[in-house]
């Protein structure tokens, strides 16, 4: 039976035009200001609007324009409302109001200290997910996350129905081996390293990574130098089948793709909740059909977690979320005070891994110890060595090439082996004096790769040459600047010129 038989009446059809707006992935609607529809309906500027084509179904946001580009009877429509309609030039399409959201009650109730049940927890996913919220509700309920906390149960309601919201996968054999940073250092690219050693030891690990949100490159970033990584399902299965290992765009699979709108809006308020952190990583693991994960937190001023308090209790409510849908789980503090390797950016964080792999003599030794940690602990709870060998395996594994030679099989698999391509633009930042290295800022020194061009100039970004520790004479470069044009260089360097102190220097 029809929601609402009116709808399909021929007043509420409009004929559709393609005008290739770009709105990310947001549904967007523009009428005419004189539309006859929108009159009759009591629509204005920003109302959500339901949206049909066939069987397909979006709501989306309505603007209007006076210009005569748009006859009243048409209606332009944003790309990702174009693709969630699949509709083709000139189709109609049919307007209605959305139907009411009950969920969204159960949202306002919790403002005011009602729990939210496995239930409503589910609902409220369920119409994020079909894009019935408008970012504003979505906030609100971001907003709540993060002021007023959540319980252990609706904690690990929101993973469930997060997970429920997606695609899962189930693999034949186990264990299913997994790992995840919570982030914050740049270059931190420990997991195709990872990865390489595991698979190379027999364990299966299907890695599902994101794309950059507000770091100057992302795993899948850093590894798309190397190899193709937008698979789809069937093509990271056969991967991993055949190799052990992949490492691929988790938002090409359809992971707990809730995750990735629940993220837009929180980069946009610059908010970061726990229970979203937990729950968007762990939703994200299980989809993935991992029955055994490890999980490194690195800690520092400038990193994401920035105390061994706070380490311990995110901590703690990983391990309780991962025990509640079974999986075994292992937590490992690390030193976050400073980045991970050299690179600093996609395509140099990739020369870092490819020269760990390789056993360069050049390569970054900090990214391989702690590779080499994170590898073992993962061949440990996997039980593929024994408590306290687990690194001296991880370390075999490396040094006789059969890490590499994995690493070279799954790129392949997954569409070919590439050269990591190099900026045309370069400039050193130098000491002013001679000096020792006391602190190096995580997050500035971030923004100055992302102000080069990184990630979206994979090329772009920052080599760092010193460490906490080094002493260093005047002039001796602290870092260099990768850039692919002299705008993004310049942007860069004005930056790191105002913010000298991002490495500060104690004179000695």
């Not at 690195?298 to 391990?319: I, M, N, W």
């Not at 800022?441 to 080094?470: E, F, I, M």
Request: hydrophobic share 40%; glycine share 8%; proline share 5%.
């Amino acid at each position: 039976m029809n929601e609402n038989p009116s709808n399909n009446h021929k007043t509420n059809n409009l004929r559709v035009v393609r005008i290739g707006l770009d709105t990310h992935d947001q549904p967007v609607i523009i009428t005419h200001r004189n539309c006859p529809l929108c009159r009759s309906e009591g629509f204005s500027a920003h109302a959500r609007v339901r949206i049909g084509n066939g069987n397909q179904r979006v709501i989306a946001t309505l603007y209007q324009a006076d210009s005569d580009w748009l006859e009243p009877g048409q209606a332009a429509l944003s790309e990702a409302a174009w693709r969630l309609l699949k509709i083709e030039e000139g189709d109609e399409i049919h307007l209605s109001h959305p139907l009411p959201l009950d969920s969204l009650g159960r949202v306002r109730g919790r403002i005011y200290g009602q729990p939210i049940d496995r239930r409503a927890m589910n609902d409220i996913i369920t119409d994020i997910a079909a894009g019935r919220y408008a970012d504003i509700h979505t906030a609100m309920f971001l907003t709540i996350m993060a002021s007023r906390g959540l319980s252990d149960e609706e904690l690990v309601s929101l993973t469930e129905a997060m997970i429920s919201a997606g695609e899962r996968l189930e693999w034949p054999r186990s264990p299913i081996v997994d790992k995840h940073c919570v982030g914050g250092l740049p270059g931190n690219r420990t997991t195709p390293l990872i990865v390489a050693i595991v698979a190379a030891n027999g364990l299966w690990m299907p890695k599902t990574s994101s794309r950059a949100i507000t770091s100057p490159a992302g795993t899948a970033d850093t590894m798309e130098t190397l190899a193709p990584v937008d698979l789809d399902l069937a093509d990271l299965r056969r991967v991993v089948e055949r190799e052990g290992g992949c490492v691929v765009w988790g938002g090409a699979v359809r992971l707990s793709p809730v995750d990735d709108m629940l993220i837009r809006v929180a980069r946009v308020m610059d908010l970061d909740a726990e229970g979203q952190l937990i729950a968007s990583v762990m939703s994200k693991k299980i989809a993935a059909g991992a029955t055994h994960l490890v999980m490194d937190l690195p800690v520092g001023e400038t990193a994401k977690v920035r105390s061994r308090t706070d380490a311990d209790h995110l901590a703690e409510k990983l391990t309780l979320v991962a025990s509640a849908f079974g999986m075994r789980s292992r937590v490992l503090v690390t030193d976050g005070r400073q980045p991970v390797g050299r690179g600093i950016g996609p395509a140099l964080e990739a020369r870092d891994i490819l020269a760990v792999l390789t056993n360069d003599s050049d390569a970054p030794d900090d990214l391989r110890q702690r590779s080499v940690e994170l590898a073992g602990a993962v061949l440990e709870l996997a039980d593929i060595a024994e408590s306290g060998q687990g690194r001296r395996m991880a370390e075999q594994t490396l040094n006789s090439g059969a890490a590499w030679k994995k690493f070279e099989a799954i790129c392949q698999a997954q569409g070919g082996l590439r050269e990591p391509p190099s900026a045309h633009r370069k400039l050193e930042i130098l000491a002013d004096r001679d000096a020792e290295v006391v602190t190096i800022d995580n997050r500035r020194l971030g923004r100055v790769a992302k102000l080069a061009g990184a990630p979206g100039a994979p090329a772009a970004g920052v080599s760092l040459h010193v460490r906490l520790g080094d002493r260093v004479s005047r002039d001796q470069p602290l870092y260099t600047i990768h850039a692919e044009t002299l705008g993004e260089l310049n942007y860069a360097r004005e930056f790191a010129l105002h913010n000298q102190d991002l490495i500060q220097l104690l004179q000695v």
